[in-house]
């Protein structure tokens, strides 16, 4: 199955060739658009919006065996587990691998190896991913670039401010639909939880 090219799809569309490539003149006198998530108005004029919001989440079978919670991280150039979930799979490791991770505040740790062609499972979509492995983390599985790459991984927020992912397989022949964010989640922050009211 053929998809279709975005040259194909602006060339057949006069209307969205237009919208893609001319932007609307500002009016002034126009209200600014505002985007709104979990009942919160994220234009600067709304009393509680947030000031944190969970990690998006999504639920992973790895190697046919263990249930585990991956951190999607869009930050993340390769993908990481402990070596503890490593062992619960009974996954082979390949040593010492010449990359050393590098944290956001400049830390820089070894990998303790590499785990190839590990079966990631996602509802009716099956992966294969590299995956390195650490001692500690704070997340025991975290799916970064490579995998949302292979996966065409995409997240889309709905109104009621959950988030939902949906990954694809490698012909695109089979797509899985997950919620990745729950509205409700109690590290959803707004001013008042992080600057409580002094009585």
Same mark, same amino acid.
């Given at each position: 199955?053929?998809?279709?090219?975005?040259?194909?799809?602006?060339?057949?569309?006069?209307?969205?060739?237009?919208?893609?490539?001319?932007?609307?003149?500002?009016?002034?006198?126009?209200?600014?658009?505002?985007?709104?998530?979990?009942?919160?108005?994220?234009?600067?004029?709304?009393?509680?919006?947030?000031?944190?919001?969970?990690?998006?989440?999504?639920?992973?079978?790895?190697?046919?065996?263990?249930? %585990?919670?991956?951190?999607?991280?869009?930050?993340?150039?390769?993908?990481?587990?402990?070596?503890?979930?490593?062992?619960? =799979?009974?996954?082979?490791?390949?040593?010492?691998?010449?990359?050393?991770?590098?944290?956001?505040?400049?830390?820089?740790?070894?990998?303790?190896?590499? =785990?190839?062609?590990?079966? %990631?499972?996602?509802?009716?979509?099956?992966?294969?991913?590299?995956?390195?492995?650490?001692?500690?983390?704070?997340?025991?599985?975290?799916?970064?670039?490579?995998?949302?790459?292979?996966?065409?991984?995409?997240?889309?927020?709905?109104?009621?401010?959950?988030?939902?992912?949906?990954?694809?397989?490698?012909?695109?022949?089979?797509?899985?639909?997950?919620?990745?964010?729950?509205?409700?989640?109690?590290?959803?922050?707004?001013?008042?939880?992080?600057?409580?009211?002094?009585?």
């Amino acid at each position: 199955m053929k998809g279709i090219t975005t040259r194909e799809l602006l060339s057949n569309s006069p209307a969205l060739l237009k919208l893609v490539f001319q932007s609307p003149r500002y009016d002034p006198a126009e209200p600014a658009p505002s985007v709104t998530v979990a009942s919160h108005d994220l234009e600067g004029s709304e009393e509680n919006p947030y000031y944190a919001v969970s990690t998006p989440k999504l639920s992973v079978r790895l190697n046919g065996t263990a249930q %585990v919670k991956a951190m999607i991280d869009t930050g993340a150039e390769i993908n990481v587990m402990t070596q503890g979930l490593a062992d619960d =799979c009974g996954l082979a490791v390949t040593g010492n691998p010449h990359l050393t991770l590098v944290s956001h505040n400049g830390e820089r740790r070894s990998f303790e190896g590499l =785990c190839e062609n590990v079966q %990631v499972e996602i509802g009716s979509v099956m992966s294969y991913a590299q995956i390195f492995l650490v001692k500690e983390a704070d997340h025991q599985l975290i799916l970064g670039q490579p995998f949302i790459l292979q996966t065409n991984l995409t997240i889309e927020h709905a109104q009621s401010g959950a988030a939902y992912a949906t990954v694809f397989s490698a012909g695109r022949n089979r797509s899985s639909v997950s919620r990745v964010m729950k509205a409700s989640d109690s590290r959803n922050r707004v001013r008042e939880d992080i600057f409580p009211l002094n009585d």
